[in-house]
């Protein structure tokens, strides 16, 4: 049996509406023109946050592609739970595979947070260049994963100014992952907001610790191993969904 050729799919900012003639994003026609090597009247769907998918017709003309809207469809990839990743800024693709994978998980806020450990601040167009690429890791892992919303990624900030602006909610799970904690990552309760913070490669210090308990979060452990870094964050999503989300 012969299976079909998957449909490629991207994210297209700005309105899309049936028989609307889109001018693709110059990375999405680059893509399907010159990598791809797609077709006149071949299909692609388009996706713009706004919880639809839109089945489009191309128009190639030379190493340019347009898009017609052929066809709206509903979206029902988001997970019920509100889930944000605190990440620690880690080395190089470390922190690439932290954001995709938990962008293929559900994850719906991503905060890059400057702990002691983790890499040194990075300021002024270096700040502004690795920002950039890690909200094109999140476009490319939702445009392959199927979500029909881009995950919202805040500014990277020092540890103690971001938890200095959070609230005391009440109605949202909060954990740091930790090695040394004996409480195993389960809660009896029911929730459709949850926080995990997750430490550098060689982790948080003790009075890092102490201040994110003091700011309402429970330290939690994952199994009885260690971690890396790029694996804790993904892993930690994974068991929220379980037990919260829609991998129930």
Not at 28 to 33: A, D, E, M
Not at 105 to 131: D, F
Not at 174 to 194: F, I, M
Request: with cysteine.
């Amino acid at each position: 049996m012969t299976r079909e050729a998957r449909i490629p799919r991207f994210y297209q900012s700005g309105p899309l509406q049936i028989d609307d003639e889109i001018t693709l994003e110059k990375r999405i026609s680059h893509h399907l023109v010159s990598v791809l090597r797609a077709r006149d009247a071949s299909q692609i769907m388009l996706f713009n946050n706004d919880g639809f998918d839109y089945l489009c017709k191309l128009s190639v003309q030379g190493k340019r592609a347009t898009a017609t809207v052929i066809s709206q469809h509903n979206n029902h990839t988001e997970s019920p739970l509100h889930t944000t990743l605190v990440q620690a800024i880690s080395r190089g693709s470390n922190m690439d595979t932290s954001i995709q994978k938990a962008v293929e998980l559900g994850v719906n806020v991503i905060q890059p947070v400057y702990t002691r450990h983790s890499v040194p601040l990075l300021q002024g167009n270096r700040g502004e260049k690795k920002a950039a690429h890690w909200q094109s890791v999140i476009v490319s892992a939702a445009e392959q994963s199927g979500r029909c919303a881009l995950p919202e990624l805040g500014a990277a900030m020092d540890l103690g100014a971001y938890l200095s602006q959070l609230d005391g909610r009440t109605d949202e799970l909060r954990w740091v992952l930790s090695p040394a904690s004996k409480q195993h990552a389960y809660d009896a309760g029911s929730w459709t907001r949850a926080i995990v913070m997750i430490g550098p490669e060689s982790g948080f210090d003790a009075d890092e610790v102490s201040r994110i308990t003091q700011a309402g979060f429970e330290e939690r452990l994952l199994g009885s191993r260690i971690l890396r870094t790029e694996t804790a964050g993904p892993a930690a999503i994974a068991v929220l969904q379980t037990l919260y989300g829609d991998f129930k």
